[in-house]
């Protein structure tokens, strides 16, 4: 039989029911989308042509408040993707308690091949078709992979020139002279890095520990300095053209330089510095594996190659649910995306709310805020994994359903849909 990815993330809902005993109510609501829209884009291209791309919209679930999750522009983007991954956002928030649903877009593109006037084109065309969807008190989008805050910002003019006035709370992840965030840009790393330090003794690491990053994109460039700046050793790092091993440590900052310019793999010197099957990063001699790429990197087929004892899933959804349980058997300790990744959307919550109350924090404020939620969600699970003999996933997804069931309920019987 053949599984949706969709099917495969429900699992992770399934397993946490049980732990909850949950009224069946809850789970009929959260195991299927809402309403997911799907429309061609059809674009003018430089020389003259058109050319159309496949996009969609999915709000997965607006029980706790708006849609909330980025866009993403990627070749290999489908329907059953976009609506895993608007799932997922829809407990990222929750457990992050922030006051909004799950939601994601994507379009079928590989952005690379465009030039900057047919992305500016492509990003308007996004906004024309799904305006009706989105808006502040609806479904807010933000970047995802492949996507940026020049994205954002198309995206939020196109918004303004539709409805007729400013409106910069449609969208997050904007640039800073159109209402973005300070802290939004190294949010998702720098979430990640706060969690870790934070449960640092619980999990045996320290700085001087190695860390293999795969990944070299936002999320992955950013914890790479996030960890060197305090100490620990990265000691490789892959992206989407290759990957390099160095055992004695990676000089980040002339990393991040060769990367402005190149792959990684310009790094490599023969002597410290190897180039090395980017297949083989997932089971590299390391003591923090970060996965920041895309879905299903570890699996049944390479789990077991792991010798990490701690994983970080800045990506979303890159363990699947049987390399999980080998991972589990192992001993290794998996911070899950739907933690371990929030702080981009919980930057662009702050970044929402600045838009809305017109008066905006600086970087010292948003850090402080960023901590404090990620420590006291990061804690709360932790607790809660161990207390159950649960894993640290299974307890993010007992503590975010907590939250969502409560919210069912209290919406009462005839639940308002906002259409
Ligand atoms: N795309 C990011 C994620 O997967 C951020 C979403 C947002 O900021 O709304 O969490």
């Keep these: 039989m053949h599984h949706s990815m969709l099917d495969q993330a429900l699992t992770r809902l ?58 993403r522009f990627h070749p290999d983007s489908t329907m059953d993707e976009v609506e895993t991954l608007a799932f997922w956002m829809t407990f990222k928030c929750a457990v992050m308690n922030l006051p909004y649903g799950g939601g994601k877009g994507a379009v079928q593109v590989d952005p690379h091949t465009l030039s900057k006037a047919e992305l500016e084109r492509l990003s308007r065309a996004y906004m024309q078709a799904f305006s009706q969807i989105i808006g502040p008190d609806r479904d807010i989008p933000a970047p995802d992979v492949y996507t940026n805050s020049m994205i954002m910002g198309w995206m939020a003019d196109e918004y303004a020139s539709i409805v ?61 300095r996030l960890m060197a700046g305090v100490g620990y050793k990265i000691v490789a790092v892959s992206d989407s053209r290759g990957a390099i091993h160095a055992p ?82 192992k001993g290794v300790v998996v911070l899950p995306d739907i933690l371990a990744n929030a702080g981009g959307v919980t930057v662009s919550y702050f970044e929402w709310v600045q838009n809305r109350q017109g008066y905006y924090w600086t970087l010292d ?25 649960i894993t640290v996933r299974q307890a993010a997804y007992v503590h975010a359903l907590g939250r969502l069931a409560e919210a069912i309920e209290a919406h009462g019987t005839q639940q308002f849909f906002a259409s």
Aim: proline content about 4%; aromatic content about 4%.
């Design 365 to 389: 404020e948003i850090h402080t805020r960023l901590k404090a939620i990620m420590e006291t969600e990061g804690r709360a699970i932790w607790v809660l994994a161990k207390d159950r003999g």
């Design 248 to 329: 004695d440590g990676l000089d980040v900052a002339a990393l991040v330089a060769a990367k402005a310019k190149g792959p990684v793999t310009a790094m490599a010197n023969g002597s410290t510095i190897h180039a090395i099957d980017p297949d083989t990063i997932v089971g590299v001699e390391c003591d923090v594996l970060v996965p920041a790429a895309l879905e299903d990197l570890i699996h049944e087929g390479n789990a077991d190659t792991v010798k990490a004892s701690v994983v970080v899933e800045l990506a979303n959804g890159p363990i699947t649910p049987e390399a999980d349980a080998i991972l589990a058997s």
């Design 14 to 71: 399934e397993d946490a029911a049980q732990h909850l005993h949950l009224d069946s109510d809850v789970l009929e609501k959260l195991k299927y989308p809402r309403e997911t829209t799907k429309t061609r884009l059809l674009i003018r291209m430089d020389d003259g042509s058109r050319k159309s791309f496949m996009a969609w919209r999915c709000r997965y679930d607006d029980t706790r408040g708006p849609t909330k999750g980025g866009i």
């Design 164 to 224: 007729g006035r400013v409106s910069p709370a449609v969208i997050t992840g904007k640039p800073i002279a159109l209402g973005g965030s300070l802290g939004r840009d190294d949010a998702t790393a720098r979430g990640g890095f706060y969690l870790v330090r934070h449960l640092e003794q619980e999990l045996g690491l320290k700085p001087g520990a190695t860390v293999a990053i795969q990944g070299f994109g936002n999320a992955g460039s950013f914890m790479a």
